[in-house]
């Protein structure tokens, strides 16, 4: 999925949690929300750098150990200052899984 994909679903699941009245989230919950996007800098790490039709799960070092990342943001929801980057990290790693469904990669 693109960046403004991302994006645009972390502000959606932001606005459910706080109409959900689940958090009252800060200026650094937005941080690490929409900082949970950085995980895609492994890209950085791949040749060539931006290809449409490549699967991330196996070509982008971070996205190689997906059960890893979502165990460590399953942990990161259970401790409160660090939930939102694990809500953000759980959510781009399902948009990613998604479009590689939606692509048959």
Do not use: C
């Not at 919950?29 to 800098?41: A, K, Y």
């Not at 979502?70 to 939930?83: D, K």
């Amino acid at each position: 999925m693109t960046t403004p994909t991302h994006i645009a679903a972390d502000a959606v699941v932001l606005l459910i949690i706080i109409q959900l009245n689940l958090a009252h989230p800060n200026s650094m919950d937005l941080v690490l929300l929409f900082g949970s996007n950085l995980i895609d800098l492994d890209h950085l790490f791949s040749r060539p750098i931006y290809h449409p039709k490549r699967n991330p799960f196996k070509t982008h070092p971070i996205h190689k150990r997906w059960l890893i990342a979502s165990l460590v943001s399953i942990a990161l929801i259970l401790y409160r200052p660090g939930m939102f980057l694990g809500v953000g990290l759980l959510l781009h790693l399902f948009l990613d899984y998604l479009y590689i469904k939606r692509e048959k990669l």
